[in-house]
Each structure stands twice: as C-alpha cells, then as structure tokens.
C-alpha cells in the first residue's frame, strides 16, 4: 500500500518517532505561519494519503490513535476548516467533499471532534448521511477505529468506535461516484490522517498520531 505526505515540505511537516502521552514511534504533523500548500483556498496542509483506493461495493477498516496536545492554541483554528483524518476522494469536476470526515470545533467554550458520513448521487454537492460529535480532552489518546461500506445504496454502512465506545453507527450511502472524466488524481475512497487547516493563520500547531 503506497502512501504519498502533502504539504508543505518543511522539516517540522511531518516527524517520526516521536514519544508522547506514554507511548513511542508516533508521527507529528505541523502547520505554522505561511505553510500554505493550498493557495486557491488559503489552506495549509499537512498530510498522509494512502494508497489504498476503496471502489463502491468495497468494505474497509481503518484503525489510527490521535493524540491532541494542549500547547498550542487552538482557538482561532477551530473556529476554521480544521480537518483532523477523513476518507477522501479523487476529483471529479466538482469541489471534493470527503465522504467521512473528522474536523476540531469549538462551541460553547468545549472543544469536539465533529464526525460527518457524506454521499453524492448526482450533482457536485453532498447529502449528509450521519454526523455525530464526540467531546475532546487534550493530552489524551484516542483510539479509532472505522469500519465502512461504500455504497450508493442502503447496504453501505460507518461504525466508528473511539476507545471501544460507539461515536457512530450509521446504515445507508456512503461514498461519492468517480466521475466520467478519469485522470490521475480521480481515485476511489482512501484515507488521510493529518492537519488541515483552511486559513493562513500565525499560530502553529500540530498533532500526533500512530498507525
């Protein structure tokens, strides 16, 4: 299974070996100030993709950690696209929505891990299938651990559990359609894990991850 990092190319982008919250070999990803890899929208990017593309009638599981630290301020981040791993897609001509995708807000003075399951019959913009939300603490592990159907139909299906609790359990569509013009970045389901960040912000901040 090949994998491909996007971003910046700094040498803070993306560190392995890393030891945090009592336990080893972690990666850290990082975006600071004018790491901007996305400049038609202002986003920076700190990410690994994985090779593995996941056609419709396909079942897959996903097991990652992610490890949120409490140093840096996240108040002006969250309050952005802030994406912390998603289930992508390959482009079609329309704007890419992710099927599954996990991003950090703040509401109410708490920070959660908001958990979205898309699909998209026809047209460029998405139907919502699901969307949970779980409460973060930082400095703390958290275990995911996917199992996913693609599916335009109602056999498709995301179980997501976080340290063996049920965050989700949706029946239904789950996936978007490749679209008729194939080329090199038009890929079915696969996962990234890493930072996303759609502002250019001076506040930098990072996250750890194992898989």
């Not at 945090?20 to 986003?43: F, H, L, P, S």
């Not at 993709?49 to 009638?57: C, L, R, S, V």
């Amino acid at each position: 299974m090949g994998t491909l990092v996007e971003g910046a190319g700094k040498p803070w982008s993306v560190v392995y070996g890393q030891e945090i919250g009592g336990r080893q070999d972690a990666v850290r990803y990082e975006v600071r100030a004018g790491d901007v890899e996305d400049k038609a929208y202002r986003a920076s990017r700190s990410e690994t993709a994985w090779g593995d593309h996941a056609p419709f009638g396909s079942e897959r599981e996903y097991r990652f950690s992610l490890f949120i630290p409490s140093e840096p301020d996240w108040t002006e981040a969250a309050r952005s696209n802030l994406v912390m791993g998603q289930i992508h897609h390959g482009t079609d001509g329309c704007f890419v929505y992710p099927p599954v995708l996990q991003t950090l807000g703040l509401r109410d003075g708490q920070y959660f891990l908001y958990i979205a399951a898309q699909y998209r019959k026809s047209g460029c913009y998405p139907t919502r299938g699901a969307f949970e939300r779980m409460r973060i603490e930082f400095d703390k592990w958290y275990d995911f651990h996917y199992r996913i159907r693609f599916s335009q139909g109602d056999d498709g299906y995301v179980k997501l559990t976080v340290n063996d609790e049920t965050v989700m359990d949706y029946d239904g569509p789950v996936g978007f359609q490749l679209g008729e013009k194939q080329g090199p970045r038009n890929w079915h389901h696969f996962l990234k894990l890493g930072l996303y960040r759609q502002i250019d912000s001076d506040a930098p901040i990072w996250v750890y991850y194992k898989y």
